[in-house]
C-alpha cells in the first residue's frame, strides 16, 4: 500500500504563487508514476502533471505549462507542484496520485491522497 498526504493548497489572488507537497509512504514509489491531478466543481478530474519516480521524466497538461512545474526530492520521499502566475480558472482540489505504471487519466492511477483546495481570486 502506498499512502499520500497533500499539503500547502490556499487561497491566492491572481498572478500568485502556490507550492503543493505530496508525502509518499508505505511502500516504495522509486517506480512508480506520481501525478497531480485537479477537480473543480461539476467537472471531471484532470491530470496537470506526472512524473516518473525513477527517470525524472515529466509531463503537463496544456493548460499549465509552463506555469507549474512538478518536481521530487527523493530524500524526503515527497512531489512537489509549484505553481506561478496562478489563473481563477486553476481554482479546484487538488489531488496526489501514484501508480506503477500511470499514465494521464485518473483511472490509470491507484493510490490516491485526500486532496487539497486551491482558490484563486481575480
Known amino acids: 500500500q502506498v499512502q499520500l498526504l497533500e499539503s500547502g493548497g490556499g487561497l491566492e489572488q491572481a498572478g500568485g504563487s502556490l507550492r503543493l507537497s505530496c508525502l509518499a509512504s508505505?511502500?516504495?514509489?522509486?517506480?512508480?508514476?506520481m501525478g497531480w491531478f485537479r477537480q473543480a466543481p461539476g467537472k471531471e478530474r484532470e491530470l496537470a502533471a506526472v512524473?516518473?519516480?525513477?527517470?525524472?521524466?515529466?509531463d503537463y497538461a496544456d493548460s499549465v505549462k509552463g506555469r507549474f512545474t512538478i518536481s521530487k526530492d527523493n530524500a524526503k520521499n515527497t512531489v512537489y507542484l509549484q505553481m506561478n502566475n496562478l489563473k481563477p480558472e486553476d481554482t479546484a482540489v487538488y489531488y496526489c496520485a501514484a501508480d506503477r505504471e500511470g499514465g494521464t487519466t485518473a483511472r490509470d492511477y491507484g493510490y490516491w491522497g485526500q486532496g487539497t483546495q486551491v482558490t484563486v481570486s481575480s
Open positions: 512524473i516518473r519516480w525513477y527517470t525524472g521524466n515529466t
Open positions: 508505505g511502500r516504495t514509489v522509486g517506480n512508480y508514476a
